[in-house]
């Protein structure tokens, strides 16, 4: 079975999302790797997904506020059982990206012979580190206007002043997602 999934950042206005077909055979952390590809995520912070009161993710002695239920042993088709149903997932504790997780339809077989890919999806995501969505609202504000006071620090932190926050390239995303996840632990 193919899940054809959407993924939105939670409170993101205007929206940012992605649309993915996954293997639902997969694990969460397959789905993981699968959303750091999507939306250009680089995989250096702590995650986890959330379902109702049960946490999953990678279990660490070290990191007791939350007892995680293994996410490697965890199969999507075991969280995410019919269309319409949720799962939430954290990026990055500290900025707490939050995204919800929407199965909008299941698949007898994926129209594509690459899983997972992208199929569609709206906006750029905020840059990595930028302080959550406070601190990305206070980015685009300084980056846009050359008279914020701001302006040069954010500018020279993101590389360039032309950052675009409706730019989405599905090719590049897809190209992301082919890589998957980055292993920085």
Same mark, same amino acid.
């Given at each position: ?18 649309r ?5 055979s997969g ?5 993981h ?5 999507a939306f ?7 995650h986890g ?10 279990p660490?002695?070290?990191?007791t ?5 293994d996410?490697q042993?965890t ?8 269309e #319409?149903?949720?799962?939430d997932?954290?990026? *990055?504790? !500290?900025?707490? $990206?939050?995204h919800r997780?929407?199965l %909008?339809? @299941? ?6 012979k690459?899983?997972?890919v992208?199929?569609? #999806? ?6 990595? *580190?930028v !302080?959550?969505? $406070?601190g990305?609202?206070?980015?685009? %504000?300084? @980056? ?7 302006h ?20 590049e995303?897809?190209e ?9 632990w």
């Amino acid at each position: 079975m193919v899940y054809q999934l959407r993924i939105d950042l939670k409170g993101a206005k205007p929206p940012i999302w992605r649309r993915i077909l996954i293997d639902a055979s997969g694990t969460l952390y397959d789905l993981h790797c699968a959303i750091q590809g999507a939306f250009g995520w680089y995989n250096g912070h702590l995650h986890g997904f959330y379902k109702g009161r049960t946490f999953f993710g990678i279990p660490d002695d070290e990191f007791t506020s939350h007892e995680a239920v293994d996410e490697q042993k965890t199969l999507i088709a075991n969280v995410l059982g019919y269309e #319409g149903d949720v799962l939430d997932y954290e990026y *990055d504790f !500290g900025d707490g $990206w939050e995204h919800r997780i929407k199965l %909008e339809k @299941i698949l007898a077989e994926a129209p594509t012979k690459t899983l997972p890919v992208c199929i569609k #999806g709206k906006n750029a995501r905020p840059p990595e *580190d930028v !302080g959550g969505l $406070w601190g990305y609202y206070d980015f685009l %504000e300084a @980056i846009n206007d050359p008279e914020h006071p701001d302006h040069a620090e954010m500018a020279e932190w993101i590389g360039d002043e032309s950052y675009d926050p409706t730019w989405f390239d599905i090719k590049e995303t897809n190209e992301m997602m082919t890589e998957g996840c980055i292993e920085l632990w």
